[in-house]
């Protein structure tokens, strides 16, 4: 029956998925490792053994950026605040640049939508990491990662 | 020419978060650049900026040479009364400028 050889090679197919998934299992913890956040000295500092969180906070920077002069940012971070754990600052934190330490947003009083853009200046590829800072100290972070094709450090002056 | 553009909303809802945007004239000097005589220019970028609403703080930021020339900002503030929107900033040598806007809260 046509039906039952189907179902057979849909059965033989997902077995043979589930087989691949498996071999491939041992680099899943390396490729884990890849969405964590970079070795920044400035950001280890800030951190200080504090564990960020990976969530909630979507930062949109482009995958490339032609000038590293002036690369538009965006963060936002999701979610519904209250008084006890809203955002109150978000740090900017560069792999590649002289300064690591790029910006820090602060918000003295409460707001429902914590979005911020800027334009910043990046010295090479890299990976850029933004933390965010609730009210009850508890952190969440995200980095982007930008290829640069002309460094914004130097402009042929 | 003004330092800064302002813009925002024409009226606000109250209690909403209504959109600020600003963009000012600055070059945001790196200091690891060099003229043509080969001195190095000094670095000369805006330090801290603040926006006030009513008088009361709302948005503060704290930037460095990782920020383009000529800062633009976008962010976010609670509508509460009609008031101003004040911003204010300084840079490495010490010059301040400001700018301020109207909000009509509905």
């Known amino acids: 029956m046509s039906t039952h050889g189907f179902h057979k090679s849909c059965t033989r197919r997902r077995l043979l998925q589930t087989g691949a998934a498996l071999?491939?299992?041992?680099?899943?913890?390396?490729?884990?490792?890849?969405?964590?956040?970079?070795?920044?000295?400035?950001?280890g500092a800030f951190l200080a053994g504090r564990k960020p969180r990976l969530s909630r906070v979507?930062?949109?920077?482009?995958?490339?950026?032609?000038?590293?002069?002036?690369?538009?940012?965006?963060?936002?971070?999701?979610?519904?605040?209250?008084?006890?754990?809203?955002?109150?600052?978000?740090h900017l934190f560069s792999e590649a640049n002289p300064v690591p330490e790029m910006a820090v947003f602060e918000f003295p009083a409460p707001v429902e939508r914590v979005?911020?853009?800027?334009?910043?200046?990046?010295?090479?590829?890299?990976?850029?990491?933004?933390?965010?800072?609730?009210?009850?100290?508890?952190?969440?972070?995200?980095?982007?990662?930008?290829?640069?094709t002309i460094a914004g450090c130097m402009d042929g002056t | 020419m003004p330092d800064a553009r302002v813009n925002v909303p024409a009226s606000v809802a109250r209690g909403k978060p209504f959109e600020v945007r600003i963009i000012i004239r600055h070059?945001?000097?790196?200091?690891?650049?060099?003229?043509?005589?080969?001195?190095?220019?000094?670095?000369?970028?805006?330090?801290?900026?603040?926006?006030?609403?009513g008088g009361e703080p709302v948005f503060t930021a704290r930037l460095s040479s990782g920020i383009a020339a000529n800062p633009y900002l976008r962010f976010f503030v609670t509508a509460k009364e009609s008031g101003q929107l004040t911003f204010e900033w300084t840079d490495d040598s010490g010059a301040k400028g400001s700018e301020s806007a109207a909000v009509t809260v509905v």
């Open chain 1, 23 to 43: 071999a491939l299992a041992p680099w899943l913890p390396a490729h884990a490792a890849a969405d964590a956040l970079p070795d920044i000295p400035a950001l």
């Open chain 1, 58 to 90: 979507r930062f949109e920077l482009p995958q490339l950026a032609d000038n590293g002069q002036t690369v538009p940012m965006k963060v936002t971070v999701d979610g519904l605040f209250s008084p006890e754990s809203r955002v109150t600052a978000i």
């Open chain 1, 115 to 148: 979005e911020v853009e800027s334009r910043v200046r990046l010295a090479a590829s890299q990976r850029v990491v933004a933390v965010a800072t609730m009210s009850d100290n508890v952190l969440y972070a995200a980095a982007a990662e930008v290829i640069v």
């Open chain 2, 27 to 53: 070059p945001m000097e790196t200091g690891y650049r060099t003229d043509e005589s080969g001195k190095s220019i000094p670095r000369n970028v805006i330090r801290t900026f603040v926006c006030r609403y």
